[in-house]
Each structure stands twice: as C-alpha cells, then as structure tokens.
C-alpha cells in the first residue's frame, strides 16, 4: 500500500503546484501594480483639469482687459511690485492673473507644478476689502507641496496621501494671507522628501529652468524651477540638510534657512515625524534677498505668535537689519565632510571679498564637527527607529527609482547592517558610518 504522502509529493504535482503558486503571486503583484497605476493616472488627470482651469481663468481675464501691461508686471522686483499693489497704482487681479499664466507657461517646460489653489480666485475679492493693506498686499505666492493649504492634499510623492485634503492651512500660510498675500499654486517635490531631485512617480521629474536636461536640485525643487523662470515671485520651502539652499542655488534664485523655530511648523508634513536632532525650517524663496527681508518682516507679526505658541515671540529686528555697524563674520571655503566644487569656494571668497569692501571683518575658521554631527547626530537622530518611520512611508508604494538603493540600505535588519558595517570599516568608511548609525536605538 501507497505511503498517503507519496502522490502527494510525486514530482509533477510537486512542480505543478510551485508554477502554479509562483504565477498566482507574480498576476497578484502585476494586479496591485496596475491599481496603483490606475491611482497615478488619476490623480495626473485631476492635475491636469486643474491646470487647465487656471489657464482658462488668466485667458479669460486678458481678455476682458487686454490693457494689463503683463510683462512690465513680470519684471518688477517683489519690493516694488508690494509698493505699487499697496498705493493703489497696480489692481492685485492684474498681477495675479498674470502669474497663473505666465505659472502655466513655465510649467509646461519644466512641470514644476502639483496643484492648482483655486481657492485664490475668491481670495483675491477678500484681499481687495483689506481695510488696511498688508505687508504682501496682492502678492502671489507659491507653496511646496509639503507644506498643507485648506482643501489640497500634501503628497510628498506618495500614493497613499492622495486625497486625503489638509482640513486648515499651515500656520505660515495663514498669516500670509492675513498680510494680503495669495497663494496660488503648489510646486514639486522628490518622493519622500529627503533627496537632492525633483522627482515622484505621481507627477513626473521637475527640469531645471536654466538647462532643462538637468535637475533644478530638491527637495523645494517645484518652487526652485517655477521661481528661477519667472512663473512666481515668492514662494514657500523647508529645508533639513539643504532643501531650499540646494534648489536656490541650482536655479540661480536666493533662499533663506531661518533658525528652525524660528517661523511655525505648524501644518509642514514630514516624512520623519517627531525627531528633533535636524530641525526642520520652512523658508522663503525669491528672485533677491529684499524680497526674503520683507517675507521674514511679514511673517513675523503678533499673529504668527498667537497662533503658534511654539514661535518665539520675536519681531523682526529692523534697527539690526538696516544698521550699517561693522560685523564681525565667521566664514569658511570647505569642511572636513565633503570636498567644496572651486565654484563654490569661488563664491565663498567672493562674497567676502563684497563683505570686507563693505567694512566687515571677516574670520575663517574650521567647523571641525561637521563629519561627527552628520553621521552622530543628524543621522543617528533621524533613524534612531532602526528607520522604520522612513521605510513605512515607501510601503506598498510605487517606488521613484533613485529612492530605491537608500531604501535598501534601511531596511536591512540590524543585525547584517551591523555586519555589512564592519565588514566595510576599513575599506569605505563612510558607508560604515552610515549603516552603523540606521541602527535601532534603545531610550535611555
Ligand atoms: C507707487 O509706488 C511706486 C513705486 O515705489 C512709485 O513709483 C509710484 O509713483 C507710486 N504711486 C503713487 C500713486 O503713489
Ligand atoms: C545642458 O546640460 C547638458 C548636460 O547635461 C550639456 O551637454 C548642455 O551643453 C547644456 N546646455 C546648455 C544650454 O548649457
């Protein structure tokens, strides 16, 4: 008599059930894929409605007044483009409806943007009651997409945050409208934030508006293309290791990195919720500094402070802005983590050049912490769950290509990254110090 477990096991069953078993998973896979795809689609096609509504609102409106002198409009700099809104000698629907066209124009080049804030076209009927004009009275503002605006979605790249709208605005969106400002459209950004690109697989990659076969830099690379081509005179960006200094720079624009609390978090989404060793800033983007001045003279006013008790209740320090006393500044042309490009150091030496004809002292000095705070403290600090926070993101996601190898990296178990960083001690050091540091880290 048979053995039951031998036709159980007879090699054709054997195999037949593996094919069987391994095609099963592969049409699951493929099935969950193409729902996924499905999402993309979707979610390009309202993009594209969107975008063609903002198009059609600025057609519209040229041609209801074919006197509005749009270039003119375009080439004044934020501080006097502000002062013409608030005497009364510029309309704020000129200027606003001649950025959603020339925010469209540019996006076809260099789609740089997600969403199209239709909110802007009530808003601006609100600004105009204005009994006393704000500070960015009538000036259109473009937002990051990480950053929540009432009724949009932040996507930050991911399938799974879309639809789902922020229920109010951010804190710093807030208190520019109260300064009379107007949002109006959101801009690009790399798939989960930490990434020097400008690309996710909702909405394509950003170009750089100077050379469009390279990146505009990330991770505010939406706002750095739409700024650096003239489709937006000021925008809102966050920066950890370098997301709006990296995108300024790359598209030929200026940025500022405030102190972290310096301005509210309120409503930034963050693909590393909670950590605190690399605070996170929300910033300004611009075509000169006196426009950041003037953005950092809007924000930080008594309502900034009342709505965000976290934010120091500091104003903006005119006398210090505008005193022409000597300054003692510390400078340096390199650090002892990463290899300066001689345009950079050019830059450095220039600027210090401008700042010492200028009457200021300028000191160089070594950061010599910068390869013990990268790899001890920003990188310990923001993986200190073993990564888990970042690699939860990316699940069940369609994965942007060059998220792929650090996702790799974070995802491996203690254990080997251990081993894998030992292994490589000696021969790549810096790869070592960085798998050692995705550890789990126990409280104290
Ligand atoms: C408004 O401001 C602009 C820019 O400063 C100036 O050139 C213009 O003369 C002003 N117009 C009025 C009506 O005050
Ligand atoms: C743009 O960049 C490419 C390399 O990515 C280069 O070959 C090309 O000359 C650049 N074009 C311009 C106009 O600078």
């Not at 601006?124 to 500070?135: D, P, R």
């Not at 102190?259 to 409503?267: A, D, E, M, N, V």
């Not at 600027?351 to 910068?370: I, N, Q, R, Y």
Request: overall charge positive.
């Amino acid at each position: 008599m048979p053995f039951p477990g031998e036709t159980w096991l007879s090699p054709y069953l054997g195999t037949a059930v593996l094919c069987c078993l391994v095609v099963t998973i592969w049409l699951l896979r493929w099935k969950r894929r193409a729902a996924l795809w499905k999402q993309v689609e979707e979610a390009r096609r309202k993009r594209e409605q969107r975008l063609e509504r903002m198009q059609k609102v600025a057609l519209t409106f040229r041609e209801q007044n074919p006197g509005v002198e749009a270039d003119r409009i375009l080439s004044l700099p934020l501080v006097e483009l502000s002062e013409e809104l608030r005497n009364g000698s510029l309309p704020p629907e000129h200027v606003l409806y001649t950025y959603l066209d020339k925010a469209f124009q540019v996006n076809k080049d260099i789609n740089c943007l997600t969403d199209y804030l239709q909110e802007c076209e009530s808003q601006l009927q609100e600004v105009k009651k204005q009994e006393k004009k704000g500070l960015l009275y009538g000036i259109p503002v473009s937002v990051k997409d990480s950053i929540e605006c009432k009724g949009h979605d932040s996507t930050m790249g991911f399938l799974k945050n879309l639809n789902r709208p922020a229920a109010e605005d951010s804190v710093v969106v807030q208190v520019l409208k109260r300064q009379g400002a107007i949002p109006f459209v959101k801009s690009n950004v790399p798939q989960g934030l930490l990434s020097y690109d400008c690309s996710n697989v909702i909405f394509g990659p950003t170009a750089n508006p100077l050379n469009h076969t390279r990146s505009p830099g990330g991770s505010s690379g939406g706002e750095g293309a739409l700024i650096g081509s003239g489709g937006s005179i000021l925008g809102i960006g966050t920066d950890i290791g370098g997301s709006l200094r990296i995108p300024a720079a790359f598209c030929g624009i200026c940025a500022f990195k405030p102190t972290g609390s310096r301005l509210s978090q309120k409503g930034m989404v963050a693909i590393l919720r909670g950590q605190k060793s690399a605070i996170p800033a929300i910033g300004p983007m611009a075509r000169d500094v006196d426009s950041l001045a003037l953005y950092m003279r809007a924000l930080l006013c008594d309502d900034l402070f009342r709505l965000d008790s976290s934010v120091p209740p500091m104003p903006f320090k005119e006398e210090v802005y505008a005193s022409s006393r000597p300054l003692r500044i510390g400078y340096h042309d390199t650090d002892s983590l990463t290899l300066a490009t001689p345009s950079m150091r050019r830059a450095v030496l220039e600027t210090k050049k401008l700042l010492e004809d200028a009457g200021h002292t300028l000191v160089p000095f070594k950061p010599h912490f910068s390869e013990d705070f990268f790899f001890n403290v920003c990188l310990t600090g923001l993986f200190a769950d073993g990564s888990s926070t970042y690699v939860d993101n990316f699940k069940g996601e369609l994965k942007e290509p060059y998220a792929r190898q650090f996702l790799l990296m974070t995802k491996m178990p203690d254990w080997f990254k251990k081993l894998i960083s030992w292994i490589t001690g000696p021969i790549i050091p810096r790869l070592s110090k960085m798998l050692g540091n995705l550890v789990t880290r126990k409280a104290l």
